[in-house]
């Protein structure tokens, strides 16, 4: 009998479902392998849902997403990999707030759930602030990287703190060796490699609202607090010392050659702090989690500002309300939308609720620990600056400094061409 009044409710169900079904549309910057995981996610939520969901991807979604918005034509759901795009299409009224709810749910279900509000929370077209955006899928970039076996060799530790990090770098000088590899170079994005360092160190220096004032400029680049984490970012880089040829060689030393120093024998260097892709570059080979390792890029012990976390990721925003777009928001808050990706490949995600043993890759599982653990979390900051400035002078400054300029002069000329776009 109970066998029996599962199966009815399950057809009532599937009746219910199909009876409310609709199209769904889902447009992304993914191909490829990642547009094969995500599609598992979305048809996870179709089988559930019985929403009819298709997905297209695009090498050019900034571009043509704001095309298909203008011409009326946008999908129900956009994937922006970048919060400003997605700020400026709620700015022309192209997005629709999520539901009421919703920014109660992410502060109580993702770690540092406030900082994930913050960045779905943009001015509508009448200025009015709203919940726009939904985080899915999330990269982390506070990683220093270096060589189990040369720790051990070596005898050194852990740093848990910045404080003992700094110690460590001048121990490794002690004993002859030459703590940090460290490249800016990247063709004619040279530079850039240095932004993610002064906004780790941002983060590690001040306040999270000084981040958020720099960013859009209501605290100025060349204010004291800023100069001062471009001059942490020298503690570390213009110290002939502390850097692998010199601190001459930083900006000249392509960022994909520059870990390599960790795998020499003996090592030319110790340790390296870049985001989680950077293993693409390491020596053919290599086993992350034996050959190679990362840790949290620590937070001073002595200012009190927590487990800061730099990073990326994408944001899910309704482009076309439906009922089916509304359902989708709903259903990526559920563990399982989450735990699909995780089983495959590239996906972080700071919902404290997931069964961590379902991350199909125990480096992505450490990682997420990481994610889990951040106080604040905060989206690359260059690439919330206008093109310009972020993709621009911020990169061509970083070169000037690694090159001896000083950090007040080298702020001067980013904050001129900022100045330059009002």
Aim: charged letters at 20%.
């Amino acid at each position: 009998m109970k066998k029996h009044l599962i199966t009815a409710l399950a057809a009532l169900t599937l009746f219910f479902n199909s009876a409310n079904a609709e199209q769904v549309t889902v447009f992304g910057p993914w191909l490829g392998p990642d547009q094969e995981n995500v599609e598992a996610v979305l048809s996870a939520f179709a089988k559930k849902s019985g929403h009819d969901v298709r997905y297209v991807g695009s090498d050019s979604f900034e571009q043509q997403i704001l095309v298909d918005a203008e011409a009326g034509s946008a999908p129900n759901i956009a994937v922006f990999p970048q919060p400003g795009l997605a700020a400026g299409m709620a700015k022309r009224g192209f997005l629709t707030p999520l539901k009421a709810g919703t920014g109660n749910w992410i502060k109580k279900n993702y770690a540092a759930g406030q900082s994930w509000v913050d960045l779905g929370t943009y001015p509508d077209k009448n200025g009015k602030k709203q919940l726009f955006g939904f985080f899915f899928k999330v990269d982390l970039k506070s990683l220093v990287w270096y060589s189990p076996e040369n720790f051990e060799d070596a005898g050194y530790e852990i740093p848990e703190t910045m404080e003992e990090l700094k110690k460590l770098s001048d121990r490794i000088v002690a004993d002859g060796g030459t703590p940090w590899c460290i490249g800016l170079g990247s063709g004619g994005a040279t530079g850039w490699p240095a932004t993610d360092w002064v906004e780790d160190l941002l983060l590690r220096t001040q306040d999270p609202s000084v981040y958020d004032g720099w960013i859009d400029n209501s605290i100025k680049f060349n204010d004291p607090r800023i100069v001062g984490a471009i001059e942490e970012f020298g503690f570390f880089a213009r110290n002939n010392k502390y850097v692998v040829g010199g601190a001459g060689t930083v900006a000249s030393t392509d960022f994909r050659d520059s870990p390599k120093g960790l795998f020499s024998s003996p090592p030319m260097c110790y340790l390296h702090r870049q985001a989680s892709f950077i293993p693409a570059f390491f020596p053919e080979g290599t086993v992350v989690g034996e050959d190679a390792d990362f840790f949290y890029f620590p937070a001073y012990a002595s200012k009190n500002l927590g487990k800061p976390v730099l990073g990326a990721g994408t944001v899910w925003a309704i482009t076309k309300e439906s009922k089916g777009a509304h359902d989708l928001i709903k259903f990526l808050q559920n563990p399982e939308a989450h735990e699909i990706w995780m089983a495959l490949k590239g996906f972080l995600t700071p919902h404290k609720g997931v069964d961590k043993s379902k991350f199909g890759d125990p480096t992505l599982r450490k990682m997420n620990d990481i994610l889990l653990g951040a106080t604040t979390f905060r989206f690359d900051g260059s690439d919330l600056m206008p093109g310009a400035v972020g993709a621009g002078s911020f990169w061509t400054g970083m070169v000037d400094y690694a090159g001896g300029k000083s950090a007040k002069a080298v702020a001067d000329e980013i904050q001129k061409s900022w100045d330059a776009l009002k």
